[in-house]
């Protein structure tokens, strides 16, 4: 619950709490998500609207072998349950499988050491057109500075090919937490547009979002977007009257 209280706090509206299954590691098991409700009784409020929090629940599955990858083509109850499934591959097979078949909104990147592979640009744009998108994780790069190299020369790795397909994580330690705006200053480090490290930490999460929705529903889903009227529009809606009483 402190974690949560300082993410909102430092502006973040929305946070899914992620279940992580290794399957390195024996007997493991894709359990119900929790339901945030039962965690945290009374959510906090938004800081600077009088909206609640919205609390997610996710699901990254670390791959390190093909094998791994059947639990995800079947048609689990449990799976279905997330908001959001995300996959970590560990070999240049895996990350091929997860950008060209794996039904999943994000691909992990490691950026704790060096990838034993390069990025190739046709899997990735697989991945895109899918609306799959992928994550950066930033706090090794906070913590360490020997990670902090791997991150950076990852990330840009990665920017290169994708086009500012990314999203963010932390790791649930507040200290290590960061704002919006300075993971968005992050991302122009790793090498992206002001616009598309912005992107990283906003839109970018929404469409994922909203992916997930897609996924769990096997239907579409429709969202409207307030556009931003121009300066030409907003001078030939004003009646002719005001416009003589603002030029006199």
Same mark, same amino acid.
């Given at each position: ?18 279940? %992580?299954?290794?399957?390195? &590691? ?19 409020? %938004? ?7 919205? %609390? ?5 599955? %670390? ?19 997330? *908001?959001? @499934? ?6 240049? /097979? ?10 999943? *909104? ?22 895109? *057109? ?30 290169? @090919?994708?086009?500012?397909? =990314?999203?963010?994580?932390? &790791? ?9 705006? *300075? ?10 547009? &002001? ?29 409207? =977007?307030?556009?931003?009227? /121009? =300066? ?17």
């Amino acid at each position: 619950k402190i974690f949560l209280t300082v993410c909102f706090s430092v502006g973040y509206s929305v946070v899914a709490l992620n279940h %992580v299954i290794d399957f390195k &590691e024996k007997k493991q098991e894709i359990i119900k998500p929790v339901s945030p409700s039962e965690l945290f009784p009374s959510l906090p409020i %938004v800081q600077g609207t009088s909206k609640k929090i919205k %609390v997610l629940t996710r699901l990254t599955l %670390v791959v390190s072998d093909p094998s791994h990858c059947n639990l995800l083509r079947s048609t689990s109850a449990n799976i279905r349950l997330y *908001d959001i @499934i995300a996959v970590f591959p560990k070999t240049e /097979k895996l990350f091929h499988i997860a950008c060209t078949t794996l039904d999943v *909104d994000l691909v992990c990147i490691n950026v704790t050491e060096k990838l034993p592979f390069y990025f190739r640009r046709p899997p990735v744009n697989m991945a895109i *057109d899918r609306g799959i998108y992928f994550e950066l994780l930033y706090t090794p790069a906070i913590k360490d500075s020997t990670m902090r190299r791997y991150t950076i020369s990852n990330a840009i790795s990665l920017m290169q @090919i994708c086009k500012g397909k =990314v999203s963010s994580q932390s &790791e649930n330690k507040p200290l290590e937490l960061r704002g919006p705006y *300075d993971v968005a200053n992050l991302g122009l480090l790793f090498g992206l547009p &002001e616009g598309e490290a912005k992107a990283a930490v906003s839109t970018n999460c929404r469409a994922t979002m909203l992916h997930g929705e897609t996924r769990r529903s096997a239907c579409g889903v429709v969202y409207t =977007v307030k556009k931003p009227r /121009k =300066v030409e529009e907003e001078e030939t809606a004003v009646p002719a009257c005001k416009k003589a009483k603002t030029q006199a």
